[in-house]
C-alpha cells in the first residue's frame, strides 16, 4: 500500500467511507419486526443494490492496478470455520523424563 499513488488510498478510503454510510442507513430503516413494510420502495432498494455493486466493482478494480488480491467474503457467526485449533498441552507428553 506505500507504494501505491496517493489518489488510490484517497479514493479507497472514500469507496470505504461511501460503502459504510451507506449500510448504515439500510440498517436505520430496516423495519426491526418482519411484520412492518420498509420504508424504502423497490426501485430505491434496487438502487441501493446497485450502488453497492458499483462501489465493489471499483475496490476490485483498484485492488487489480494496485497487484493485490481481494479474498474478503462475508463471515456469518453460523459458519463452520475451516481451521482446527490445537491444544499444545495435548502435544505434551504425560510420560516425560528429565534425563
Known amino acids: 500500500m506505500s507504494n501505491e499513488p496517493i489518489h488510490f488510498t484517497v479514493e479507497k478510503r472514500i469507496l470505504v467511507a461511501m ?49 493485490v488480491e481481494i479474498k474478503e467474503r462475508p463471515k456469518y457467526p453460523d459458519e463452520p470455520t475451516k481451521s482446527n485449533v490445537v491444544s499444545l498441552d495435548s502435544l505434551k507428553s504425560t510420560t516425560h523424563k528429565d534425563s
Do not use: H, N, Y
Open 19 to 67: 460503502r459504510k454510510t451507506l449500510s448504515s442507513v439500510v440498517r436505520d430503516v430496516t423495519p426491526t419486526s418482519s411484520a412492518l413494510k420498509s420504508p424504502l420502495s423497490d426501485a430505491t432498494v434496487e438502487d441501493i443494490k446497485m450502488c453497492f455493486g458499483l462501489i465493489a466493482a471499483r475496490e476490485q478494480e483498484l485492488a487489480k492496478e494496485a497487484g
